[in-house]
């Protein structure tokens, strides 16, 4: 994946970004929409360093302009951990509904308490979100909620929310300024990475890009990784899709979960970091053919992604050392 820089980004159309290089795990965006004598920030980051490092960086750009609007795009903690930071008199935090259900304390807690785990999926959550320190947070949940469809007023400029979950998660949500043609579509695109199904099906993830393809933007925010377009988009939706077709294809030969995850050749995806999502976003395939299966809750979706990641690192450092 191409190189990007950290920090701010200008969107054109006083929208901005604030983009986290690689875009890997825990690594998100968050984003700065100015209107008259207001601002509405999208998201906050997964710990408090990083989304205080963030806020005082934007601060120039809000100063006479404060933020009185927090979208969390969805329900997973690099997307709000950061929000007690924000919150405050005056400040509205909005997410679905769908979402708020998951951002409780409990909900942040089901995350934190992994990162103390004495397992496979405690080693893979410390390795991959090593960057980040998660003490001192303090779930702090919307103030409002919606389902469907929410337009804002941004001092004077429209804002429009659309929930396209359940996909990556029960909540997803879309930011869209119209007047800038800028949309910050938090995780249903990743760029560089692969996408994530945490929720699907993946049908359902599909189904958001195409709202997204038909969008008047430009330029598109994703979760993680660098800005994009359009094309950017199309490649998650062509993923996404791939993935469905060959996991649909095993499940019908009668194949395991494992030897399908095993088996699945990504061909011109190979490319994409964070290749141990495969996992999950196989088993949610192999879940939506068989619902009699029991769905595996994050946990069991964690340990099936640790357990690739962790095979992967001893075979990559078997060749290595077999090779010298
Ligand atoms: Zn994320």
Request: charged letters at 20%; hydrophobic letters at 40%.
């Amino acid at each position: 994946m191409a190189s990007y820089a950290n920090g701010p980004h200008d969107l054109g159309g006083d929208c901005h970004a604030w983009l986290l290089p690689e875009g890997h795990w825990g690594e998100s965006n968050t984003g700065l929409v100015r209107g008259n004598g207001e601002s509405l920030l999208v998201d906050t980051h997964l710990d408090l360093a990083h989304t205080a490092q963030m806020l005082q960086a934007f601060s120039a750009l809000t100063e006479g302009h404060p933020i009185r609007t927090v979208v969390n795009t969805h329900s997973d903690g690099d997307h709000w951990f950061g929000n007690q930071l924000v919150a405050g008199p005056g400040v509205e935090i909005v997410a679905s509904a769908a979402a708020a259900e998951l951002m409780t304390t409990a909900g942040a807690m089901e995350l934190l308490n992994m990162w103390g785990r004495e397992d496979e999926v405690g080693d893979f959550v410390r390795t991959v979100a090593s960057s980040f320190d998660p003490s001192g947070i303090t779930a702090t949940p919307p103030t409002r909620t919606f389902s469907g469809s929410l337009d804002l007023d941004v001092g004077g400029r429209q804002v429009r929310l659309t929930e396209v979950g359940p996909a990556h998660t029960p909540g997803d949500v879309l930011v869209h300024v119209p007047d800038a043609r800028v949309l910050f579509t938090g995780d249903i695109v990743f760029v560089g990475a692969a996408p994530l199904v945490w929720e699907g099906p993946v049908s359902r993830c599909v189904a958001a890009c195409d709202l997204i393809l038909d969008l008047d933007v430009i330029a598109v925010v994703p979760g993680h990784g660098p800005v994009t377009d359009k094309a950017g988009v199309q490649r998650v939706r062509d993923y996404l899709a791939y993935v469905e077709t060959e996991s649909t294809a095993r499940f019908g030969d009668g194949l395991s979960l494992e030897e399908a995850i095993a088996s699945i050749d990504l061909g011109p995806f190979s490319d994409m970091v964070e290749h141990e999502r495969i996992a999950a976003n196989v088993l949610n395939v192999y879940e939506e053919l068989d619902p009699a299966r029991p769905r595996a809750d994050r946990l069991a979706q964690f340990a099936h992604m640790a357990h690739l990641h962790k095979a992967a690192s001893t075979s990559s450092r078997d060749s290595v050392g077999g090779d010298a």
